[in-house]
């Protein structure tokens, strides 16, 4: 065999307070088979209590972000509720090239750029259960105002419509089930012919 095949690149995306995040965590925590490595991406927001940088996301000022923009170091970058966030090259296609996959906590928006980037991606799509279910959560994160959280509602309106064109879908509305859901997806992509190939290489020698 000539090396390792290269890892996939799972994107992850839903609209905001959809669950993902959390789905992601749940993941990590108990991955199928092999770690998966998490994406860190950068961003231009402040950061708020319990985060530390490099870890929830990349801390930059404005102006580093597009310095950063201006090298070509992201896949995709996105203005998103009045902040910038991006996912930088550095952090997946090295990875990636050594065989490693890698999850990405990602917007729409920023789904369907990676996707324009890296058709490689196997994207993955998170719908809450109900409208009413989403404002739940948002308005229990106690993290945006009354304004805030009906604009993001109403973009996630705007969000689902696109789940289509995912390859796939899952429906939180059961937190366990859904992250099942998720561990199965991960571990479906890793049985392909190209990811058991060397697997598959001994064997064709062992029935010789």
């Known amino acids: 065999m000539t090396g390792a095949p290269r890892g996939d ?15 992601i965590r749940r993941l990590l925590e108990d991955p199928p088979g092999a770690p998966l490595h998490f994406s860190v991406s950068h961003t231009t927001r402040a950061m708020r209590a319990g985060e530390q940088n490099g870890r929830e996301y990349h801390f930059v000022r404005v102006e580093e972000f597009q310095r950063m923009v ?8 996105n203005e998103v509720h009045d902040n910038i966030y991006g996912t930088s090259r550095a952090e997946v296609l090295p990875r990636l090239a050594a065989g490693e996959d890698v999850v990405l906590d990602i917007d729409v928006q920023g789904a369907r750029d990676v996707r324009r980037v890296y058709p490689e991606a196997v994207s993955i799509f998170i719908v809450p259960s109900s409208p009413s279910e989403l404002e739940r959560r948002l308005v229990s994160r106690g993290l945006d105002g009354p304004e805030a959280i009906r604009k993001r509602l109403i973009n996630a309106a705007r ?3 696109e789940a289509p064109s995912f390859e796939y879908v899952i429906v939180n509305d059961d937190l366990d089930r859904a992250t ?24 064709r020698r062992e029935f010789r």
């Not at 201006?70 to 970058?77: P, T």
């Not at 099942?180 to 064997?203: G, T």
């Open 9 to 23: 690149l799972f994107i992850v995306s839903s609209p905001s307070g959809g669950g993902k995040t959390t789905l």
């Open 70 to 77: 201006q090298r070509d170091e992201f896949l995709e970058h």
């Open 159 to 161: 969000e689902i419509v």
């Open 180 to 203: 099942l859901e998720l561990q199965s997806i991960v571990r479906a992509r890793r049985l392909v012919p190209l990811r058991q190939a060397e697997r598959l290489e001994r064997l």
